[in-house]
Antibody, heavy 122, light 113 residues
Framework: QVQLQESGPGLVKPSETLSLTCTVS????????WSWVRQPPGKGLEWIGY???????NYNPSLKSRVTISIDTSKNQFFLNLNSVTAADTAVYYC????????????????WGQGTLVTVSS | DVVMTQSPDSLAVSLGERATINCKSS????????????LAWYQQKPGQPPKLFIY???TRESGVPDRFSGSGSGTDFTLTISSLQAEDVALYYC?????????FGQGTKVEIK
């Protein structure tokens, strides 16, 4: 069964770049679309963006100017970079499988990584 | 963006009683080409990631107890817990996966009365 695990710094300074890695195990990253979703403390869920193994990406317009998602198929990993962070970017960041399935049809997010809390503070 | 609005924000129900959560989308999530509602429900317990519970508005994910049911079409949807159990205490989110960007409701907190 596929499992996802986020990793990266838990503390980032304002104006710097938040960088996270998602390691996928139990399945090839080549078969699906992969997304990042975040959840500020005590708040709701926000989709950040997705990537396909082909390199095709799409980002939430609310974050598009600051977000880059990339992939390393040889390592079964994908990555999130969010630049110029502020306190409003403090959140639990989840990597998830989904947006489209392997055939290109829209699908829900499943499964989810455990999430990693990133705090933006000086 | 498609706005997903859940009601209520929280509810307290006695053990064994019915709990009902509503979700309304600002645009239809019924896709005419396949007549499917692109609506999912997730359960999130404290300190855990959301877990997919229901998709296509009414299809339970494997392992989800049958006391959970989803209904609705178009813009109005409902998640029902027919007989609330202690382990059902959680946050529940609806999400549309037809339109870009994907969007979630604000969440509904279910507690024991």
């Amino acid at each position: 069964q596929v499992q996802l695990q986020e990793s990266g710094p838990g503390l980032v300074k304002p104006s710097e770049t938040l960088s996270l890695t998602c390691t996928v195990s139990g399945d090839s990253i080549n078969n699906y679309y992969w997304s990042w979703v975040r959840q500020p403390p005590g708040k709701g869920l926000e989709w950040i963006g997705y990537i396909h193994y082909s390199g095709n990406t799409n980002y939430n317009p609310s974050l598009k100017s600051r977000v880059t998602i990339s992939i390393d198929t040889s390592k079964n990993q994908f990555f999130l970079n969010l630049n110029s962070v502020t306190a409003a970017d403090t959140a639990v960041y989840y990597c998830v499988r989904g947006y489209y399935d392997s055939r290109g049809y829209s699908n829900p997010f499943d499964p989810w990584g455990q999430g990693t809390l990133v705090t933006v503070s000086s | 963006d498609v706005v997903m609005t859940q009601s209520p924000d929280s509810l307290a129900v006695s053990l064994g009683e019915r709990a009902t959560i509503n979700c309304k989308s600002s645009q239809t999530v019924l896709y005419s080409s396949d007549n499917k509602n692109y609506l999912a429900w997730y359960q999130q317990k404290p300190g855990q990631p959301p877990k997919l519970f229901i998709y296509w508005a009414s299809t339970r994910e494997s392992g989800v107890p049958d006391r959970f049911s989803g209904s609705g079409s178009g813009t109005d949807f409902t998640l029902t817990i027919s007989s609330l159990q202690a382990e059902d205490v959680a946050l529940y989110y609806c999400q549309q996966y037809l339109h870009t960007p994907r969007t979630f409701g604000q969440g509904t907190k279910v507690e024991i009365k």
